[in-house]
């Protein structure tokens, strides 16, 4: 089983990026603020090499990526991996598995939409694969903040480490002084 260190570390994180698209996003209290802590999480992986993986829930229904996110990701310089899924928990989707295995990483940074749905059985499935899982709680949403807050404590309970964009972000860089860290800092004031 992988130790939960509760501390993200670039040479061990894949940022998972759970279903922020059109339709779904629209219905979000919180989507602006959602989008910008996502947006963070996306600068600091491109920053640190960290990959990253989008997935869809039903694009058929729900819509592609949310008009901001993918403006956000064409900027990136290397297209994230896209996994189109049926399934509420991403582990349900053979694309998605072979995705992630072929990172070779066990750390899962979560992010999206909806807490407690999607994003809480991905977190659930990889926890009971042995992975680190982190969920970024101010890079999440639920329609209902009580549903949002909720899933959150029973995350945490599960053996998650419930976390913010920030702290991912810092957590990440590691250090001071390095060039890795002015990006980061341009990042933040930018978001």
């Known amino acids: 089983m992988f130790p939960a260190t509760g501390v993200a570390r670039a040479d061990s994180a894949l940022l998972v990026v759970v279903d922020i698209q059109d339709r779904l996003a629209r219905a979000m209290s919180r989507r602006e603020a959602v989008l910008n802590r996502t947006a963070l999480l996306l600068s600091v992986a491109e920053i640190t090499g960290v990959p990253v993986i989008m997935t869809r829930q039903y694009p058929q229904g729900l819509g592609d990526f949310d008009t901001e996110l993918a403006e956000r990701v064409a900027m990136l310089p290397a297209a994230p991996v896209v996994a189109d899924k049926t399934s509420f928990d991403c582990f349900g989707e053979p694309a998605f598995c072979d995705a992630v295995a072929a990172t070779g990483r066990r750390q899962l940074i979560l992010c999206g939409m909806e807490t407690h749905i999607c994003v809480t059985q991905t977190a659930l499935s990889g926890l009971g694969e042995g992975m680190d899982v982190h969920v970024v709680a101010d890079a999440c949403c639920s329609q209902s903040d009580e549903s949002h807050a909720t ?8 053996g998650a480490t419930v976390t913010v964009a920030e702290s991912v972000a810092y957590e990440l860089v590691q250090r001071a002084g390095t060039e890795q860290f002015k990006a980061l800092l341009k990042a933040v004031k930018g978001v």
């Open 151 to 158: 899933t959150l404590h029973r995350l945490r309970g599960a």
